[in-house]
């Protein structure tokens, strides 16, 4: 840690020199501007209110319309490598990939339990895993709140949140195409259009994408590629505006997938197993380099999905009091299969399905009294879950049992779950002066939640039928306080105490009913922070350090109770983090920009242990230190036309992919390096791009899924990064 500090504030001081990170201004963007030859002043909307980024005291990373088209953005994969102290586990499928944020992380990928970083579309919850799982096309600001966030936004953001604004309906009409195309057969084509369609009372837009890619890794059983992409996405709003005062607007979406992911490559086999001897005993090949991108299966893995969401956005002026109200349905039906043994064994397949349906509305009033400033409201939100495990036994397995013709029998759970939570919440800024405010908040939260599990085992394969019903509910109120100082205009620090909360619950996937159920857990986050503007706005240097302790953590492992893995979720002791976080931006020359952000984090167990009786050490995904180092270069090519150079080291130290520590699931530091170049109208009319990504082709573990010590898997299995690929894209703006 001292030999990554010492590098660390080296490469700070030189960034405050010569920086500018992914947060710099090359054009006008929607979301805040200034003129080229400065930082570029983003509006945020961290508070419940608009203001500058600068002046929120809130430690946050915000991506503009142009930050998002110009770092070629299309998911949260791409926001977390470019966000300080934000992992995101790319699994490569829908549902099961972990978002972790300053090293807090949630124990499962199931609807049915809750995320530890919260996800929002224009302020609507969505839930984690599949529902949270949305192509980022049309967006106008991705903002990223490290911290709980449990005053304002609430619905457990024990670790902070992600908020996607999208782009609104304009009052003059506008149209935009864009079209992707690269290695692995990549194609990526969408567009939208905006503008009025009743006066200047009615306005709409509509925007939609799809993106396609074949496979990146090669089934050498059943000579084809695999880990293919293939989604469509299509978003609308209608926008009235009903007077000065008065706006409504309403939205919709739909997204469906259907393609071939979850791809493992076999680690390690372990030969005392079942498994390994009956491979070897057919003569069939193992997994010899598990890095070569080929991999074995007896059949295509495939998941499929369909999501929709619509909602209302309502808000108006009553004397000196905003009133608004967000109303939203969001659903989602998902279904996968997938080879859980990874060989050309007709031998052990597996699945999650699940539905779920999430309803939410909040009502909000915020209103200034002189030298207070207040904001208050009521939340309800209503979540219903089934989800569907499943492991289905293959031919092979069940003549080496002695029943072939059960071939294809599943065994697995089903189980229904309800979630009803209710909050109110406020917050008031004592404006003290024009250097110094004072804010005190708080949400009082209850939830209640209620589970319908029924396991079925016809070959006894899980230890057997059983079901099980269980309620039980959860009150919590979660306080945050706040000091803001603005030493000169361009200067401001602040302080902030706050608590998170996530809600306790019940495990929904195969597993005991001796381990249903888990409590809430908790966290106190302690931060100080400094933003500055130096230099005349060319430079922007921003620094947080905080420090987090949370306890009865859900910690999700292996139930020692059955024979086969099917991990739970259980309260296992204690845990702190602590780090320091850097942001510097600049436009030193009218040409060149140069960035640098960074986060140093330690996050480690303080006590507990896996169900299995493993101690616990260190917080999984959690990079002891995260950086972005990037740069571009603009000058004009003619009088209409520029021309752009750029690129950018996206680098990860030491972490381990899971919470026992294994060093099969240690991952050595690394940097990613992307490079781009290109044409581009001086109106921004159109823009073409040549990029690579991942040029030097590093590979790197995003998964380490141990089923070693399962008698009828007896694998390690890993799951790699995306490889070095090339492409170009082309935007044309109307």
């Known amino acids: 840690m001292k030999r990554q500090t010492s590098w660390l504030a080296g490469a700070s001081i030189l960034a405050l020199v010569a920086a500018g990170g992914t947060a710099v201004a090359q054009d006008d963007d929607a979301a805040g501007t200034q003129a080229r030859g400065g930082v570029e002043t983003i509006v945020v909307t961290a508070r419940k209110r608009e203001e500058s980024i600068q002046e929120t005291p809130i430690s946050v990373t915000a991506f503009t319309e142009g930050m998002i088209q110009r770092a070629g953005i299309t998911d949260v994969a791409d926001v977390a490598i470019r966000t300080p102290g934000l992992a995101y586990g790319n699994y490569g499928d829908e549902k099961l990939s972990p978002t972790s944020l300053r090293g807090v992380i949630g124990g499962s990928g199931s609807a049915g339990a ?32 490290r911290g709980p966030q449990g005053t304002l936004f609430g619905r457990n953001t024990i670790g902070g949140l992600i908020h996607y604004t999208t782009a609104r309906p304009t009052e003059e009409f506008e149209a935009y195409l864009e079209a992707e195309m690269g290695d692995y057969d990549l194609r990526r084509i969408g567009g939208g259009v905006s503008g009025p369609l009743a ?20 089934n050498l ?4 590629e695999v880990n293919s992409e293939d989604s469509w996405s299509a978003r609308g709003q209608i926008q009235f505006d009903l007077g000065d005062v008065t706006e409504w607007r309403l939205s919709a979406d739909y997204r469906e997938v259907d393609q071939d992911s979850l791809v493992f490559e076999t680690l390690n086999y372990n030969d005392a197993t079942t498994f390994v001897t009956v491979l070897d005993a057919y003569g069939l090949p193992r997994n ?6 080929n991999v074995y299966a007896d059949d295509i893995t495939y998941e499929r999905s369909e999501a929709w969401g619509v909602a ?5 002026m009553i004397g000196d009091v905003e009133l608004v109200n967000i109303t939203a349905y969001r659903t989602h039906d998902y279904t996968n299969r997938t080879d859980t043994d990874r060989s050309a064994l007709e031998w052990a397949y597996d699945g999650d399905p699940e539905e ?62 309800d979630t009803t939570s209710i909050a109110v919440f406020g917050a008031g800024t004592w404006n003290v002066s024009d250097r110094l405010d004072f804010t005190l908040g708080g949400r009082y939260t209850t939830e209640e939640k209620s589970i319908d599990y029924s396991q079925s085992d016809p070959v006894g394969l899980l230890g057997g039928d059983f079901a099980v019903t269980a309620e039980d509910d959860w009150a919590e109120f979660t306080p945050s306080a706040n000091v803001r100082y603005r030493f000169t205009p361009d200067i401001m620090g602040y302080a902030t105490v706050s608590r998170g909360f996530k809600s306790g619950g019940f495990n929904d996937a195969l597993g005991d009913a001796n381990g249903i159920s888990f409590d809430p857990e908790t966290l106190w986050n302690y931060e100080a922070g400094l933003k500055t503007t130096l230099f005349n706005g060319l430079v922007q240097a921003n620094v947080t350090a905080f420090y987090m302790d949370w306890s009865d953590i859900q910690i999700a492992g292996d139930n020692p109770a059955t024979p086969v893995f099917d991990p739970i979720i259980v309260n296992a002791g204690a845990a702190h983090s602590q780090g320091v976080e850097f942001e510097l931006m600049a436009v030193p020359t009218d040409n060149l920009t140069l960035g640098f952000n960074a986060a140093l984090l330690e996050a480690e167990f303080d ?17 002891d230190y995260t950086a972005n180092l990037n740069a571009e270069y603009r000058a004009p090519l003619t009088g209409e036309t520029d021309w752009f150079v750029g690129g950018e080291v996206l680098m990860r130290g030491e972490s381990y992919l899971t919470v ?17 170049a290109g044409l581009e109208a001086s109106d921004g009319r159109w823009r073409l791009n040549l990029w690579g990504r991942n040029i030097f082709d590093e590979e790197v573990k995003e998964r380490l899924f141990d089923l070693s010590s399962q008698d009828v898997v007896g694998q390690k299995f890993i799951v790699l990064n995306d490889p070095a690929t090339v492409g170009v894209s082309l935007s044309l703006r109307y």
């Open 199 to 218: 006066g200047d009372t009615v306005t709409g837009r509509f925007a939609l994408v799809r993106n396609q890619r074949a496979g990146t890794a090669y």
């Open 607 to 623: 006590d507990g242990s896996l169900p299995t009786g493993t101690p616990l050490a260190e917080i999984p995904r959690a990079p």
């Open 356 to 417: 779920v349906s999430r309803l939410s509305s909040e009502f909000r009033l915020s209103w200034s009294t002189g030298d207070f400033d207040w904001i208050g409201g009521l939340y309800y939100y209503e979540q219903d879950t089934t989800n569907l495990s499943f492991i289905e036994l293959g031919g092979d397995l069940m003549t080496l049992l002695g029943a072939p013709s059960m071939a294809g029998v599943r065994a697995g759970s089903s189980a229904e779950m």
């Open 114 to 145: 809750d995320g530890a970083v919260g996800f929002y579309l224009d302020e609507v919850f969505l839930g984690q895993g599949v529902g949270a799982t949305i192509d980022l096309f049309d967006m106008e600001r991705i903002e990223v709140l």
């Open 288 to 293: 010899a380099d598990p890095f070569d991108r």
């Open 312 to 316: 209302s956005h309502f808000s108006t």
């Open 660 to 676: 026992d520590n294994q060093e099969d699931g240690h991952v050595d530091a690394y940097a990613l390096v992307n490079l781009n």
């Open 221 to 224: 059983v059943l000579d084809e």
